[in-house]
Nanobody, 120 residues
Framework: QVQLVESGGGLVQAGGSLRVSCVAS????????MGWYRQAPGKPRELVAR?????NYADSVKGRFTISRDNAKNTVYLQMNSLKPEDTAVYYC????????????????WGQGTQVTVSS
């Protein structure tokens, strides 16, 4: 069983910074990509940033957010700077993982989400 657990969300004022983390645990053979999505009330879930063979960012966060990964810890981070009220959302960790039980296949996993609230 593979789990993704996020941490680090919270309340911050506009212009401030926050870092969220996500740890993957369980019977993991390899992690092929990790990323962050977010969902604001009444809006669809959207990609924020993803790191794998390439690194991709949503246009709305380029230059403000940085995604990084610690492979030894099976952890992905999202450093969020110059936060804006429109960044308020639940942030979800997402990963493409090959488990030991089925190491030649890629499965997509989601975390439970962490709330990020930016006040104006």
């Amino acid at each position: 069983q593979v789990q993704l657990v996020e941490s680090g969300g919270g309340l911050v004022q506009a212009g401030g910074s926050l870092r969220v983390s996500c740890v993957a645990s369980g019977s993991i053979f390899s992690i092929n990509a990790m990323g962050w999505y977010r969902q604001a009330p009444g809006k669809p879930r959207e990609l924020v940033a993803r790191i794998g063979g390439n690194t991709n960012y949503a246009d709305s966060v380029k230059g403000r957010f940085t995604i990084s990964r610690d492979n030894a810890k099976n952890t992905v981070y999202l450093q969020m700077n110059s936060l804006k009220p429109e960044d308020t959302a639940v942030y979800y960790c997402n990963a493409d993982i090959s488990p030991y039980m089925d190491r030649f296949r890629n499965y997509n996993y989601w975390g439970q989400g962490t709330q990020v609230t930016v006040s104006s």
